[in-house]
């Protein structure tokens, strides 16, 4: 035997419909009318008739694509936040990068006046130094939103030493950089 449709159970059973409700699981379901039915034991002709004749399906249709829109944008803002973490970590990185060059740059120049007669660095270290410096460049520059101007970012690992050598030395500024920020808390 079912239950007379109030009022109140209309609109309860109309809202369930239509914005659906959340299960046990906390999963968002849109029932049916023939599941809404069963689950409050209304005469499902009458329902029927309630739900044609103040067209609830027009109405869930609507929500759902107002929720889309809404989980759309939602999504967006967070995908345009992650890009600009990301874009802050890059720059960050082609500082650091610059920065470590910069220093192996400067303390050769400074051996090199004590010591006239010797070379502080080699040409390949130097030409590792410069490629080192081109792609922080070109991160840095990506990151910046100016990439109509880098063909393609690459870095030299085809020889692995200079690679564990620029890792190292990552590793040394981000230790650096460690130390600082412990030491500037203090």
Same mark, same amino acid.
């Given at each position: 035997?079912?239950?007379?449709?109030?009022?109140?159970?209309?609109?309860?059973?109309?809202?369930?419909?239509?914005?659906?409700?959340?299960?046990?699981?906390?999963?968002?379901?849109?029932?049916?009318?023939?599941?809404?039915?069963?689950?409050?034991?209304?005469?499902?002709?009458?329902?029927?008739?309630?739900?044609?004749?103040?067209?609830?399906?027009?109405?869930?249709?609507?929500?759902?694509?107002?929720?889309?829109?809404?989980?759309?944008?939602?999504?967006?803002?967070?995908?345009?936040?992650?890009?600009?973490?990301?874009?802050?970590?890059?720059?960050?990185?082609?500082? @650091?990068?610059? &920065?470590?060059?910069?220093? =192996? *740059?400067?303390?050769?120049?400074?051996? +090199?006046?004590?010591?006239? #007669?010797?070379?502080?660095?080699?040409?390949?270290?130097?030409?590792?130094?410069?490629?080192? @410096?081109?792609? &922080?460049?070109?991160?840095? =520059? *990506?990151?910046?939103?100016?990439?109509? +101007?880098?063909?393609?970012? #690459?870095?030299?690992?085809?020889?692995?030493?200079?690679?564990?050598?620029?890792?190292?030395?990552?590793?040394?500024?981000?230790?650096?950089?460690?130390?600082?920020?412990?030491?500037?808390?203090?």
């Amino acid at each position: 035997m079912s239950k007379p449709l109030t009022d109140e159970i209309k609109i309860k059973i109309k809202d369930e419909f239509i914005h659906g409700f959340v299960d046990e699981n906390g999963v968002r379901k849109f029932p049916s009318v023939d599941n809404l039915v069963s689950r409050h034991g209304v005469a499902r002709a009458t329902l029927y008739r309630a739900a044609t004749k103040e067209d609830w399906q027009k109405q869930k249709n609507q929500y759902q694509s107002e929720l889309q829109v809404a989980q759309d944008r939602e999504r967006m803002d967070r995908m345009l936040d992650d890009g600009r973490r990301l874009d802050d970590n890059s720059i960050q990185i082609a500082h @650091a990068m610059l &920065a470590t060059v910069g220093k =192996k *740059l400067q303390k050769a120049i400074s051996f +090199e006046r004590d010591n006239p #007669s010797s070379e502080a660095i080699s040409a390949s270290e130097l030409r590792e130094l410069s490629y080192v @410096a081109g792609n &922080a460049q070109k991160i840095g =520059k *990506l990151a910046l939103g100016q990439a109509q +101007e880098i063909a393609k970012v #690459s870095a030299d690992v085809s020889n692995p030493e200079a690679f564990n050598r620029i890792m190292e030395q990552l590793d040394e500024v981000a230790e650096q950089r460690a130390s600082q920020d412990v030491g500037s808390v203090h």
